[in-house]
Structures are given as structure tokens and as C-alpha cells.
């Protein structure tokens, strides 16, 4: 389990699965994350390895694209290749790329995060994330 800090007082630490509102009853978008064959989380995985500021950016992104969906104007969507798209945002530890794809009109799933190194989505990153949503799509 992902513990975040609440970004007014990162000494109180929250679970990630718990990031929506008490009362919150229906999202405009639902987030998944991919997960391996034994159960493994790389995208959870990833973030747990980040500072606690940026981990507390990740589940702000994560709520808020929950809420608004694609209204969400915090992060940048943009297409990748066919049906891959990528989430762009910056947190305090540098610029952040979440690969995804869409399975239903509401529901994405979260395939690989990684930390933005150069302009262009590095090749290594995209081949491992169209992996991933061949695997989720059964293609």
C-alpha cells in the first residue's frame, strides 16, 4: 500500500486508495493501475520510490483527473502512439510522463510512469508502455 503525505503537512501520511473525498460517490474518470502477472504494481512501485512531495503530486493528479476527468487542467493529455496516450505534469522533483490507455469511456488504466529526461518520450519508455496496453487491450 502507498502511503502519501497530505500536501499541507507532509508529517501526516494517507493511503493512496484513499485520495477521494468522503461522500465522493461517482467519478467522471476511473484510474487503474496496470499490474504484472504476479500482482506488482510498477506504476505504484514507481511512485513509492519518489520523494514524499512528488508522491503527494501523484495523488493530486490522481483525484483530480478522477474528478474532472479530461477537464482536468493540472496535467497535459497528449496521443503517443494508436490507442497509448500519455498524462504530463511537474512536481517538485522534475517532470513526470504516466503512459495510459483507455479501456471503457470512463476508465483508463495506468501502464508505466516515468521521470521526464528529455523532450521526446525515450523509445525504451513508449515500447515498454504499448507492451503493457497489448497485454491489457488482449492484443
Given amino acids: 500500500m502507498i502511503l502519501l503525505p497530505l500536501a499541507q503537512n507532509a508529517d501526516i501520511l494517507f493511503p493512496l486508495d484513499l485520495i477521494s473525498p468522503i ?3 461517482e467519478a467522471d474518470m476511473l484510474i487503474h493501475f ?3 502477472a504476479s500482482g506488482r504494481s510498477p506504476v505504484e512501485d514507481f511512485i513509492e520510490t519518489l520523494q ?3 508522491q503527494a503530486r501523484f495523488a493530486e493528479m490522481i483525484d483530480g483527473i478522477e474528478r474532472h476527468g479530461f477537464g482536468y487542467s493540472r496535467v497535459q493529455f497528449k496521443p503517443l502512439r494508436g490507442k497509448l496516450w500519455e498524462v504530463k505534469f511537474s512536481a517538485q522533483g522534475g517532470g513526470y ?3 495510459y490507455v483507455m479501456v471503457s469511456g470512463e476508465e483508463m ?3 508505466h510512469a ?3 529526461s528529455s523532450q521526446k518520450t525515450p523509445l ?3 515500447d515498454l508502455a504499448e507492451k503493457r496496453m497489448k497485454e491489457v487491450l488482449g492484443l
Avoid: H, M, N, P
Fill in 52 to 54: 514524499k512531495s512528488d
Fill in 109 to 111: 488504466v495506468w501502464l
Fill in 124 to 126: 525504451k519508455e513508449l
Fill in 114 to 116: 516515468f521521470k521526464k
Fill in 97 to 99: 510522463r504516466v503512459a
Fill in 34 to 36: 496496470y499490474e504484472t
Fill in 23 to 25: 461522500g465522493y460517490t
